[in-house]
């Protein structure tokens, strides 16, 4: 008997880029292509391993977040604590650097570090159990050394957390999870 391909469902957003690239946003491919990218098909086919891998991973993702619960007591008032205390704990341990730092609801990130040391952090990681809340912190923290995602930056996560590919998992478990609860709401 012969297997179907599964057929990719994807949307398409043309930007004025040089490259073309794949994101998911919310379980939903995305091709970033430049304005005058014509084959759209090809570059799928091209990263078919890729997308196939990243939509087991989003669909174990899914099915695990239906066993977790959020932290639905913990304040923004206490968020910003528990993220200051973290912050100076990680400052003398590793001695990063932070300029100031910003709380916000962000879409699509836990939290970002900028090229002048500032730290913005989600206000949705309030919902997150206490460990992946450092864990968050010292991985935005760690761009003070390294600014990629590259080799050099996963060693200096593996020095607090060897574990790092289990604690990125749970992230996206978490997010798919109050995005849910999100959208219920409305």
């Known amino acids: 008997m012969e297997e179907k391909a599964k057929t990719i469902k994807y949307e398409v957003d043309y930007r004025d880029i040089k490259y073309p690239r794949l994101e ?13 990218y014509k084959d759209a ?22 099915e695990e977040a239906k066993e977790k619960t959020l932290n639905l007591t913990r304040t923004e008032k206490e968020l910003k604590n528990l993220t200051h205390s973290i912050i100076e704990e990680y400052k003398k341990e590793f001695n990063f650097e932070i300029n100031k730092i910003f709380f916000r609801k962000m879409k699509t990130k836990w939290a970002s570090y900028s090229p002048k040391g500032n730290l913005t952090i989600n206000t949705l990681l309030r919902y997150l159990p206490k460990r992946l809340i450092k864990y968050v912190i010292f991985h935005e923290t760690a761009h003070s050394i390294e600014r990629r995602h590259n ?36």
């Open 24 to 36: 998911y946003k919310m379980g939903t491919l995305l091709l970033v292509l430049p304005k005058d």
């Open 41 to 62: 098909t090809s570059l799928i086919e091209k990263h078919k391993k890729w997308i196939t891998k990243k939509e087991q991973m989003i669909a174990e993702a899914l």
């Open 151 to 186: 080799e050099n930056f996963w060693k200096i996560i593996s020095q607090k957390y060897v574990n790092h590919e289990r604690m990125e998992k749970e992230l996206l478990i978490y997010w798919f999870l109050i995005k849910g609860i999100e959208n219920e709401r409305k």
